[in-house]
């Protein structure tokens, strides 16, 4: 086969964006000079979620988990030197979307660009977002009709964008099964495409267009002929939903067309070197197959379970794509699948399951309805703790963890605080005054920008009638309106919303059999209360800051349940002194906080002092999440009673420390309870 006959490579791009919009920029021109295809760009909890970087809840979170973008100024900084007209960009952004588009938009027409040949994705996929990621801002009503809005619009003036980006990614890294990850995801497309038909804005005629540019952003496993299977699952449903429901002829516009970011969740902080083959294999899952190839992929770096990667680990994700691409003959065959015996009755399996979940759901009103309900989330969570279970028991194995412990010295992490990249915390006050600065002059030369209150209210009243709502954002874009005052507008309008947690109607993972571990820890909880003189123990489960990865204090909520204690658990997003006013109000016995954004060198500490000052200092506080040795250190040195790290897989034994800093805090005598 000749070299001109083989088929183009996906894109490749690499997940990237921190401290600062300079500082991002810089790593986005050496990407691309490295022969990166298109760029991702990860954006800050409080751009996620609609705050401005000096916001309450914002502190200990900027630029740590992405780039902070609070205007069009930050927008202007972070594509400078780099022509928007030529670039595919990839924004991960779900409820700030519509504005961070807006933004994008102004600085390409700033650029001179033709803003009809702009080419890129905005993930723009909020039910994930109630029930994985947790950067919702709004509820479910007005959250549906800003995608709406904004898929409209793009059809119309920017033909080239992909303005959703459905992510089944999360819902994996939440605990999906492969049926759930098809059925969940396929239930959001529906009740986006029925939105949009139904909102009037977009004639019948251009469906196939709307169609045509949804794509999918898809997790792989390790498990990577399931992974396959799924991902050919996945095309053949799409087909039949769009032919049948939407009546899309085309079959250009019915193709399933998705991006893939592989498994974080599978990734382990025991002996991190594994993780390079485990990328490697969940990338063949959705290459290997012609018929069902992804259209962009990005890898993560192997140290991601240990913090954020540095550019070098990136590269190294970067280079494991272009050797399967330039240096393998992936690229010169056909389908390798097609009339495959296996392959078809995988594929036929998850199909079938599929489209009888996608039935349930609609039969419940949609995943809207099934998003407020609580239904899908507690379907995670119950997946979520079996898996979890698997694990622990030992039935599902993961090398390094619970197989083949023993290692010999790694040299990769050798020096663990040069393993990973670190954001230097004074970083947030250089944003937050280049913020406050930004806000006195925006008005003056040399931006001359209009005063944004005209523009704002212009959007209040956008929201509260039926205009589409893209043109109101566009003008704030141009007035110099920060993040925080767009959202705050629409929060105005629409309220917020707490999106369900899905622990107390989850179901027992682990029988507490006699003789078991979670009996054992079951009696050291009821002999504790007792000594304590309570009826039971209460344990309060905290999410401090933005983040809104909630995986892992779900789980942690659930077993604590389980094992007997009493559990407070008010989801995420909250701030250290509504934390510790929980605590004090609910009598509780200990106070776990989980955090995997990295901002706990400045959020777990604010716990602990606001405790101490309340005299409450017979609370243990408990940390868990992504933290370096080095900041465990520190944590426990201002008193934290105990930290645990992804490493940390036994959820029953870590129920049973926190039994133990109970006692120990409350003075009383250990128990010989084994554990």
């Known amino acids: 086969m000749t070299e001109r006959q083989k088929d183009r490579p996906w894109l490749m791009r690499t997940y990237a964006g921190h401290s600062t919009a300079e500082a991002s920029n810089e790593l986005y021109r050496r990407n691309l000079a490295k022969g990166q295809t298109g760029l991702s760009v990860a954006f800050d909890l409080p751009?996620?979620?609609?705050?401005?970087?000096?916001?309450?809840?914002?502190?200990?979170?900027?630029?740590?988990?992405?780039?902070?973008?609070?205007?069009?100024?930050?927008?202007?900084?972070?594509?400078?030197?780099?022509?928007?007209?030529?670039?595919?960009?990839?924004?991960?952004?779900?409820?700030?979307?519509?504005?961070?588009?807006?933004?994008?938009?102004?600085?390409?027409?700033?650029?001179?660009?033709?803003?009809?040949?702009?080419?890129?994705?905005?993930?723009?996929?909020?039910?994930?977002?109630?029930?994985?990621?947790?950067?919702?801002?709004?509820?479910?009503?007005?959250?549906?009709?800003?995608?709406?809005?904004?898929?409209?619009?793009?059809?119309?003036?920017?033909?080239?964008?992909?303005?959703?980006?459905?992510?089944?990614?999360?819902?994996?890294?939440?605990?999906?099964?492969?049926?759930?990850?098809?059925?969940?995801?396929?239930?959001?497309?529906?009740?986006?495409?029925?939105?949009?038909?139904?909102?009037?804005?977009?004639?019948?005629?251009?469906?196939?267009?709307?169609?045509?540019?949804?794509?999918?952003?898809?997790?792989?496993?390790?498990?990577?002929?399931?992974?396959?299977?799924?991902?050919?699952?996945?095309?053949?449903?799409?087909?039949?939903v769009t032919r049948e429901r939407y009546g899309i002829e085309d079959p250009k516009h019915r193709r399933f067309r998705y991006g893939v970011q592989v498994n974080s969740l599978g990734l382990t902080?025991?002996?991190?070197?594994?993780?390079?083959?485990?990328?490697?294999?969940?990338?063949?899952?959705?290459?290997?197959?012609?018929?069902?190839?992804?259209?962009?992929?990005?890898?993560?770096?192997?140290?991601?379970?240990?913090?954020?990667?540095?550019p070098w680990d990136q590269q190294w994700s970067l280079r494991i794509q272009q050797v399967l691409a330039y240096e393998s003959d992936l690229l010169e065959y056909g389908d390798l699948f097609e009339g495959s015996k296996v392959v078809e009755a995988k594929v036929d399996e998850l199909v079938e399951a599929s489209l009888a979940e996608i039935e349930r759901i609609q039969e419940m009103g949609g995943a809207m309805a099934a998003v407020e309900s609580g239904y899908l989330k507690s379907q995670l969570v119950a997946s979520h703790a079996e898996r979890r279970a698997r694990i622990e028991s030992g039935q599902e194995k993961i090398v390094g963890v619970n197989a083949f412990e023993g290692t010999e010295p790694n040299p990769l992490t050798a020096d663990l605080d040069t393993a990973i990249q670190t954001v230097d915390p004074a970083v947030e006050a250089r944003v937050i005054a280049s913020l406050q600065n930004w806000r006195d002059t925006r008005y003056q030369p040399p931006f001359n920008h209009p005063r944004p209150c005209k523009a704002l209210e212009r959007l209040k009243e956008a929201a509260k009638g039926t205009d589409n709502l893209m043109e109101a954002t566009l003008e704030c874009a141009r007035a110099g309106v920060t993040t925080g005052e767009w959202a705050g507008a629409l929060r105005e309008v629409f309220g917020e919303f707490r999106a369900p947690t899905g622990v107390s109607s989850a179901p027992v993972a682990i029988p507490a059999e006699e003789g078991s571990a979670l009996s054992q820890v079951r009696r050291k909880v009821d002999l504790t209360a007792k000594d304590l003189g309570v009826g039971k123990l209460r344990f309060l489960v905290g999410k401090p800051g933005l983040d809104g990865h909630s995986n892992g204090a779900e789980q942690i909520a659930v077993r604590a349940r389980d094992a007997g204690f009493e559990v407070v658990y008010q989801g995420i997003r909250l701030t250290p002194e509504q934390i510790v006013d929980a605590a004090l109000a609910e009598d509780v016995h200990a106070v776990g906080l989980s955090i995997l954004s990295g901002s706990h060198a400045q959020l777990v500490p604010d716990v602990l002092e606001r405790l101490h000052v309340a005299g409450a200092t017979d609370i243990p506080v408990i940390a868990g999440g992504i933290i370096p040795n080095g900041d465990a250190e520190a944590l426990r040195a201002a008193g934290v009673a105990a930290v645990f790290t992804p490493k940390d897989f036994d959820i029953t034994g870590i129920i049973g420390r926190i039994v133990d800093e109970i006692r120990k805090a409350n003075k009383l005598d250990p128990l010989e309870v084994p554990a």
């Open 47 to 240: 751009t996620q979620t609609g705050y401005d970087s000096d916001h309450i809840l914002a502190r200990g979170e900027v630029g740590r988990v992405g780039v902070p973008v609070a205007h069009v100024g930050d927008m202007r900084r972070l594509f400078q030197d780099i022509p928007l007209e030529q670039m595919n960009t990839s924004m991960t952004i779900n409820a700030t979307a519509m504005w961070l588009l807006a933004l994008y938009q102004v600085v390409a027409e700033e650029q001179g660009a033709d803003v009809t040949r702009l080419q890129g994705t905005t993930q723009n996929d909020i039910v994930k977002e109630y029930l994985s990621r947790g950067t919702h801002v709004f509820p479910p009503g007005p959250s549906l009709r800003l995608t709406t809005d904004m898929i409209a619009y793009t059809v119309s003036h920017l033909p080239k964008w992909n303005p959703i980006n459905i992510c089944s990614y999360h819902l994996q890294e939440a605990g999906a099964t492969p049926v759930q990850e098809i059925a969940y995801a396929m239930s959001t497309a529906i009740a986006v495409l029925d939105a949009v038909r139904d909102s009037g804005q977009v004639p019948q005629e251009r469906m196939g267009d709307v169609v045509g540019r949804i794509s999918f952003f898809v997790n792989a496993g390790v498990r990577f002929v399931e992974e396959m299977c799924k991902m050919r699952a996945f095309g053949r449903i799409w087909d039949r």
């Open 269 to 310: 902080e025991a002996q991190p070197e594994n993780n390079v083959q485990r990328i490697v294999l969940e990338m063949l899952a959705v290459t290997l197959s012609k018929d069902a190839r992804a259209r962009a992929v990005q890898l993560p770096a192997w140290n991601e379970a240990l913090g954020l990667p540095r």
